[in-house]
């Protein structure tokens, strides 16, 4: 079973920048689709971008688009959550997860399609 591991977060001012990243020491983890998610007390986990085992394909949520980047290096087996222009509703504790996907759209955006997660890492942003 591939093991993610997640750095990088914090707590930071509105409009400001912060990477996240989900390795993997399994060679696996190259053939995996990537994505983030977050969660907040008391609500669902909810889809913020997704990418596909090449890379080649990414996706977001509408309330990220154009301020979060997703990206990949399969060479170092790491996902990379690139957030900029934080707003205070980007505040939740971030989740990477992984799996295989052998259908379009070769994304993982359901929790349910995920076969692994990471532990989660808390972002904050104060206003």
């Known amino acids: 079973q591939v093991q993610l591991i997640e750095s990088g977060g914090g707590s930071v001012q509105a409009g400001a920048s912060l990477s996240l990243s989900c390795s993997s020491s399994d060679r696996a983890f190259t053939n995996y689709a990537a994505s983030w998610f977050r969660q907040i007390p008391g609500k669902e986990r909810e889809f913020v971008a997704a990418?596909?085992?090449?890379?080649?394909?990414?996706d977001y949520a509408d309330s990220v688009k154009g301020r979060f980047t997703i990206s990949r290096v399969n060479s170092k087996r790491t996902a990379t959550l690139q957030m900029d222009s934080l707003k205070s509703d980007d505040t939740a504790v971030y989740y990477c997860?992984?799996?295989?996907?052998?259908?379009?759209?070769?994304?993982?955006?359901?929790?349910?399609?995920?076969?692994?997660w990471g532990q989660g890492t808390q972002v904050t942003v104060s206003s």
């Open positions: 990418i596909s085992w090449s890379g080649a394909l990414t």
């Open positions: 997860a992984a799996g295989r996907v052998y259908a379009a759209p070769y994304l993982i955006k359901e929790v349910d399609h995920a076969d692994v």
